[in-house]
C-alpha cells in the first residue's frame, strides 16, 4: 500500500482543515488506517486511527471532540477533519497503514505503511 497525504496548510486557532490520505493499491480496504502527527523537536505521537471497516475508532485524548477520522474505502481514501485548531496542533501529519489489528495504527512502532507527511501550521 502506497499513501499520500495531503491537505495541509496554514490556519488561525480555531479554524479548521481537513485532511486526505489517498491509498494505492485493491487491498486498501483490508487496512486498519491511522493519523500520526511530528511537532518540531517532539517525537511522533498517535492522533487517530479507524478500522478497516470504519466500525470503530479511537482518539489521543489530546484531539478527542476536535478531530474526526473517516474512511471511503471505495475512493481508497482516509480523513482527518481538524476542528477547532490549537497552536498545538502544528507539526507534520502523517497517515499510517497496519493488518491486521487497530492497534497496528496506534503504535508507531506496528505501522505497515507509511505516507509522507503533509504540514499543519496553526498560527496564534
Known amino acids: 500500500v502506497q499513501l499520500q497525504a495531503s491537505g495541509g496548510g496554514l490556519v488561525q486557532a480555531g479554524g479548521s482543515l481537513r485532511l486526505s490520505c489517498a491509498a494505492s493499491g485493491r487491498t486498501f480496504s483490508r487496512y486498519n488506517m491511522g493519523w500520526f502527527r511530528q511537532a518540531p523537536g517532539k517525537e511522533r505521537e498517535f492522533v487517530a486511527a479507524?478500522?478497516?471497516?470504519?466500525?470503530?475508532?479511537y482518539y489521543a485524548d489530546s484531539v478527542k471532540g476536535r478531530f474526526t477520522i473517516s474512511r471511503d474505502n471505495a475512493e481508497n481514501a482516509v480523513y482527518l477533519q481538524m476542528n477547532s485548531l490549537l497552536p498545538e496542533d502544528t507539526a507534520v501529519y502523517y497517515c499510517a497503514a497496519g493488518f491486521p489489528i487497530l492497534r497496528n495504527v496506534v503504535e508507531d512502532t506496528r505501522v505497515n505503511f507509511w505516507g509522507k507527511g503533509t504540514l499543519v501550521t496553526v498560527s496564534s
Open positions: 479507524i478500522s478497516w471497516s470504519g466500525g470503530a475508532t
